[in-house]
């Protein structure tokens, strides 16, 4: 029913910037919030930043004014812009559409990988 698409991740010097993005399709009108979660090796998934169909967003608190969540509703895609990247935001990026209660759709994942 809904199919997400990311793109933009890479290798990037750390302090530098990136722009993911998620390319939403399908039945979308029930769609409660769009999220980034990240999630490197060992560790647990974790939240990046939301956003909800009004428009408030949340942000983890390890990328909190240096990540940005945006959308663009004509092309149904959400965008992350990451600035000052940090080693430690090295991770594979993943789109979630959330309908609320525990339904969920995710797009395939983004390598992003910030070099010291």
């Known amino acids: 029913q809904v199919q997400l698409v990311e793109s933009g991740g890479g290798l990037v010097q750390a302090g530098g910037s990136l722009r993911l993005s998620c390319a939403a399709s399908?039945?979308?009108?029930?769609?409660?919030?769009m999220g980034w979660y990240r999630q490197a090796p060992g560790k647990q998934r974790e939240l990046v930043a939301a956003?909800?169909?009004?428009?408030?967003?949340n942000y983890g608190n390890s990328v909190k004014g240096r990540f940005t969540i945006s959308r663009e509703n004509a092309k149904n895609t959400v965008y992350l812009q990451m600035n000052s990247l940090k080693p430690e935001d090295t991770a594979v990026y993943y789109c979630?559409?959330?309908?609320?209660?525990?339904?969920?759709?995710w797009g395939q994942g983004t390598q992003v990988t910030v070099s010291s």
């Open positions: 979630k559409a959330d309908f609320g209660g525990n339904r969920g759709y």
């Open positions: 399908g039945s979308l009108l029930s769609i409660n919030s």
């Open positions: 956003m909800t169909r009004a428009g408030s967003t």
